[in-house]
């Protein structure tokens, strides 16, 4: 999804507070300039760790999808992609199974505890120590969603691509849903699986979800393009009924990155300068827009 340089952390030393003989009076702040300055403080702390999150996102993306200079393979049977039984027979009640039906009262008290635990260290983006709370759970439980939900996003998070479409598919046999399928799509993507990509595509442009997941799913569609070469189309396919919002959306912010990124690796250098301009007048940190739009200049 975009060319992120790796970056070391740069370090700040901060100069010594010059000594005063005297201390500034404190001004009192009424309880409504109290909140306001709390409620800013919330918010720059939010923007922060969202800012560190999508940098993050952002260079896993590069590091499993930026492909252009990695030998090609050779067809195999998987670039004819997966056979799938079709979502209008999936999800039935007799496929899912809650944790009790599948392992009994005894034994999903024990399960759910650690089903706890590895959400709770899912949540903290402790992916290693979610899975070690996971391992083995997916084989005494392999018909119930959670179980199966939780394990394909943990292997994803810690990039095993192949274990991580392995569970998603369970879910979305189990459960016919198409929420998690820019997840899938995005495995496939890693393991260069370009059929499985254009299937899950096409499987989540024809469901009922909502923009930000659409946008999540084209953003990947567009991406396995891009790793092919296929810049023109790629470009097709993220423009396509996007349009520049008043007030944007986490999804905008993605995708205007991600078409900026193919269009100045199109060599549509113009379109690539207004969407990183528009980016930075929205969020001037977001993830490496500033420094995009300086080396366009």
């Known amino acids: 999804m975009g060319s992120v340089a790796r970056r070391g952390a740069a370090k700040i030393h901060e100069e010594p507070l010059p000594v005063v003989d005297k201390a500034p ?42 492909l252009r200079d990695a030998p090609a393979k050779k067809p195999d049977k998987r670039s004819r992609g997966r056979r ?31 089903l706890v ?22 084989k005494e439980a392999p018909k119930v969603p959670e179980v199966r939900e939780l394990a394909g996003l943990t292997h994803y998070r810690l990039g095993r691509w192949e274990l ?18 820019p997840v ?33 799913g084209r953003i990947v569609a567009a991406g396995a393009l891009g790793d092919q070469g296929k810049l023109t189309e790629a470009v097709e396919v993220l423009s396509k009924n996007f349009q520049l919002p008043r007030r944007a959306k986490e999804h905008h912010l993605r995708q205007a990155y991600a078409l900026a990124d193919l269009c100045e690796r199109a060599g549509e250098v113009p379109r690539a300068r207004q969407l990183f301009g528009w980016l930075i007048d929205q969020d001037e940190l977001y993830v490496d827009v500033a420094e995009r739009l300086d080396a366009l200049r």
């Open 164 to 181: 991580a479409a392995r569970d998603l598919e369970a879910l979305r046999e189990l459960t016919g849903r198409t929420d998690l399928h």
């Open 117 to 138: 635990r590895a959400e709770e260290a899912y949540e903290q983006e402790d992916y290693r120590r979610a899975w070690r709370s996971l391992d083995g759970m997916a």
């Open 25 to 66: 009076p404190e001004v009192e702040q009424t309880p409504e300039e109290a909140e306001e300055a709390r409620l800013r403080a919330e918010r720059r702390a939010a923007r922060q760790a969202r800012t560190k999150q999508l940098r993050s996102e952002a260079q896993e993306a590069v590091e499993r999808g930026n």
């Open 184 to 216: 899938l799509a995005d495995c496939y993507r890693a393991q260069r699986r370009w059929t499985d990509v254009e299937l899950i595509w096409a499987e989540l442009q024809a469901s009922q979800e909502s923009s930000a997941v659409l946008a999540e």
């Open 84 to 114: 799938r039984t079709p979502l209008s027979e999936s999800g039935s009640s007799s496929k899912a199974q809650k944790l009790e039906e599948a392992v009994g009262q005894r034994m999903a008290a024990t399960l759910r505890q650690r």
